[in-house]
């Protein structure tokens, strides 16, 4: 059975230098097993040039601990980035473990603790919302009241980039297990699908050196959308143009996104949505 690839972002993420022992910390470790800031803002710069936009002004939906928000300022004096959740503890993490690294960049970089659909207008290059976080908006009208607004914020011609994954593995209980290094393994474990609503119930595991268990380190209670349905939101919400990113190397392969309107099914596939104001 082909390996499902939604929590991998990158084989990349899976090699960063593991943390001290004593320190374990689910938000580091979050970060090591599922994002790639380098990779991840190298397809916002490409979609946002594509879109004939210098890529300046970022907003980041669902911005957790800030690591895609703090590697877009210290790119460059120009750039400026505004991170949006709801969670205080996580910005609070943010605030005391990243801002500090970031010097004077940090000065580029604002966080603001509310729900995305009031997140900040800002005429930004890229709106991004990224780990399929944006899946938490179960109900249509709540996922429409987030996409116009993001629209909204959107400069004319910028692009909200969201992911999205599908598959018919991603509609099964399932349990993948990855080592990170240093002796911690990373688990996406796929609880509990509803085909009636299409609700998703997933969570993150880490198993650490001496037999210790972070249990549930995050969960997620989604509804597993798929692409027409946010196709068709996204043009209710706007967007004048709205174009799909496929990965078009095989499963196991370092993926490779390219335009997409037809592709053939597999058990996992992971997504991007680029919509254009
Ligand atoms: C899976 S984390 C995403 C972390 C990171 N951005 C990434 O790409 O991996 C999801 C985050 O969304 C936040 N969140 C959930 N619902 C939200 C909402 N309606 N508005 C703002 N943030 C929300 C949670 O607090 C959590 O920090």
Not at 22 to 27: L, M, Q, S, V
Not at 94 to 105: D, K
Not at 123 to 143: E, G, P
Request: aromatic share 8%.
């Amino acid at each position: 059975m082909a390996t499902p690839r939604r929590p991998t972002r990158s084989r990349a993420a899976g090699r960063r230098a593991p943390q001290a022992p004593t320190a374990w910390d689910r938000h580091r470790l979050y970060e090591q097993a599922v994002q790639d800031a380098a990779t991840e803002l190298a397809l916002v710069e490409q979609v946002v040039r594509r879109a004939g936009r210098t890529p300046r002004r970022l907003r980041e939906d669902f911005c957790g601990t800030a690591l895609l928000t703090a590697a877009w300022v210290a790119a460059g004096p120009e750039r400026t980035a505004d991170g949006v959740d709801l969670d205080p503890e996580v910005l609070a993490w943010a605030r005391a473990n990243r801002l500090p690294g970031l010097g004077r960049a940090a000065g580029r970089l604002r966080l603001h603790e509310r729900d995305v659909r009031q997140g900040p207008r800002g005429r930004y290059d890229a709106v991004i919302a990224l780990n399929f976080s944006w899946q938490v908006l179960q109900v249509r009208a709540d996922l429409l009241a987030y996409l116009r607004s993001a629209r909204r914020a959107l400069a004319p011609g910028g692009v909200l980039l969201l992911d999205l994954y599908g598959g018919w593995l991603a509609q099964k209980p399932l349990v993948e297990r990855r080592r990170l290094g240093g002796g911690v393994t990373y688990t996406w474990e796929q609880d509990d699908f509803d085909p009636i609503s299409h609700r998703l119930r997933c969570a993150i595991h880490f198993d650490l050196p001496g037999g210790r268990r972070l249990r549930r380190a995050f969960r997620y209670d989604w509804r597993l959308w798929s692409l027409p349905e946010v196709t068709d939101l996204l043009r209710e919400a706007g967007f004048a143009a709205v174009e799909v990113l496929w990965d078009v190397e095989p499963p196991g392969v370092e993926p490779r996104y390219r335009l997409r309107r037809t592709a053939r099914n597999q058990g996992c596939w992971l997504a991007y949505l680029v919509a254009t104001r």
